[in-house]
């Protein structure tokens, strides 16, 4: 073997270590959102690298390549007061494919103005948070990390954040590694069981204390849709009025029965 042959197959193999390297070494990143009560900026940093510092209301979406670490898409989207930009951020999210990683972050306020599309979007990546939030309670920090997906069926690799907008609660903070053509993040407030395979929610809570079974919508306490199988269910009604069968009980006569019922259309 030539001295130039040799020469190059050191090098492609030089080159595939380097790669190689590159694929398997942590990379740490720091995603936060803010709210109403924080004057900071929202930021990501990846690496030593600042990607944005953003003081734009609503939230700031950013895509990178999971090999390279590259962006490949930043801006930010008034979702707040704006519904089309709510339906622009659902189009970007819609056109991730599995070989991406999003971040979101927010800046003052970003609730109110989310879509219907905006909403499935969401859901698709397996974003459980603004599929419930409250046009009441707005103007929370919050921040996320997911993969996107190709597959109809959706993607359940997500990490969220979401807090109350007090003011001695001011950011939502993600901190993680970006690994093997993933990501490694704690810090969130899951407020849904996934099941296992997919973005299919099983259970969610709202910002209500509403529990959903089959549904992402619930109205009550629980609210299920679906099928429900007990050994035994125990119902607790308010005080009724059985008191009025007992011996000390003195009972109007017809004729007062008859004018209170006239008029206030309901039994004393």
Avoid at 112 to 121: D, Q
Wanted: glycine content about 6%; overall charge negative; some cysteine.
């Amino acid at each position: 073997m030539n001295t130039t042959i040799k020469t190059a197959i050191i090098n492609l193999l030089l080159l595939f270590s380097i790669q190689l390297n590159a694929q398997t070494t942590p990379i740490p990143f720091i995603v936060k959102g803010t709210g109403y009560n924080n004057s900071e900026s929202s930021i990501l940093k990846i690496g030593n690298k600042t990607i944005h510092s953003e003081t734009s209301r609503g939230l700031r979406l950013t895509i990178i390549n999971k090999a390279t670490q590259e962006v490949v898409y930043d801006n930010s989207f008034d979702t707040y007061e704006s519904p089309a930009a709510s339906n622009d951020l659902a189009t970007q999210l819609n056109n991730m494919n599995s070989n991406q990683i999003g971040f979101l972050a927010s800046f003052d306020a970003w609730e109110v103005s989310l879509t219907k599309e905006l909403r499935n979007a969401f859901y698709h990546l397996g974003l459980t948070t603004p599929l419930i939030v409250s046009r009441f309670t707005s103007r929370r920090p919050y921040a996320a990390v997911f993969e996107g997906t190709t597959d109809e069926a959706g993607s359940a690799k997500s990490i969220e954040m979401c807090i109350t907008n007090g003011a001695k609660q001011n950011q939502a903070l993600i901190c993680g590694f970006l690994y093997g053509n993933t990501f490694i993040a704690s810090g969130s407030k899951q407020n849904a069981l996934m099941y296992p395979a997919g973005n299919e929610v099983a259970v969610i809570s709202d910002c209500y204390g509403h529990v959903g079974i089959g549904t992402i919508e619930p109205k009550h306490q629980l609210d299920v849709n679906g099928t429900i199988r007990a050994k035994e269910i125990i119902v607790s009604d308010p005080q009724t009025a059985d008191f009025v069968f007992e011996e000390d009980y003195n009972l109007r006569d017809l004729d007062e029965v008859e004018s209170f019922i006239t008029k206030n259309k309901h039994l004393p």
